[in-house]
């Protein structure tokens, strides 16, 4: 069993639609991430998220908002996407040391969304 | 750029036998690195890792080999199950880099009874 739970699994939206993907975690990780994947290709970080303070922006529009609510909660805030965000959606977690990662990133199952 | 790569797209390999999947990449600030395998619409599960300061880790039927001069690792897996049939991808990161980890392509593996 995943210890990173992602809400919804599935997701269809229209480009003027908002809506909101959801990640927790109860591993005590200080560390949470948003990943974006394209069929075929690798993870790409989007966000980093360290002790509840954005730490990383990997450029991505505006469209996409993140939120941490708290130590344990991610979100991504989603509105007026295109059909290219199109992708599976990961959330992960991870311990923090100082100087950076600090062991590996626990992965959810994804949230797969579909842009109309 | 892609900074950490995975050339062979698939592999298929016998049961039993062993699987190896490479692992090249261009950043000689990367020091840590990660091997994660993933079954479709699954999430990546973290398989094994090893620090820039070894040349090799291993966990059970997983070893990881890092051969820094040649800026390249591999990942054997012996025996080979049918179980093991997945995408793996390697990754990578640098200490100060505030957690960013770079993965690779990702290899296909098959084994086959």
């Known amino acids: 069993d995943t210890e990173v739970t992602q809400t919804p699994k599935h997701l269809v939206m229209g480009m003027t639609n908002k809506k909101s993907l959801k990640c927790e975690q109860h591993?005590?990780?200080?560390?949470m991430y948003w990943y974006k994947q394209k069929a075929k290709k690798p993870p790409e970080l989007m966000f980093v998220y360290s002790y509840e303070k954005l730490s990383i922006n990997e450029s991505v529009p505006s469209r996409f908002s993140p939120e941490c609510p708290n130590s344990s909660l991610l979100n991504l805030h989603l509105h007026a996407l295109q059909p290219e965000d199109s992708a599976l959606y990961l959330c992960?977690?991870?311990?923090?040391?100082?100087?950076?990662?600090?062991?590996?990133?626990?992965f959810g199952e994804g949230s797969r969304l579909t842009v109309l | 750029d892609q900074q950490v790569k995975q050339n062979s797209p698939s592999l298929s390999v016998q049961e039993g036998r062993i699987s190896i999947l490479n692992c090249d990449y261009t950043n000689s600030m990367f020091d840590y690195f990660l091997w994660y395998k993933k079954y479709p619409a699954e999430g990546p599960t973290f398989l094994i890792s090893i620090s820039s300061i070894k040349d090799k880790n291993e966990d059970g039927r997983f070893t990881v080999f890092l051969n820094k001069s040649a800026k390249h690792l591999s990942l054997h897996i012996v025996p080979s199950q049918p179980g093991d049939s997945a995408v793996y991808f390697c990754a990578a990161s640098a200490t100060g880099t505030a957690s960013k980890l770079t993965f690779g392509t990702g290899t296909r593996l098959q084994v086959t009874l």
């Open positions: 591993m005590g990780h200080r560390a």
């Open positions: 992960a977690s991870s311990q923090l040391r100082r100087g950076g990662l600090t062991g590996e990133l626990f």
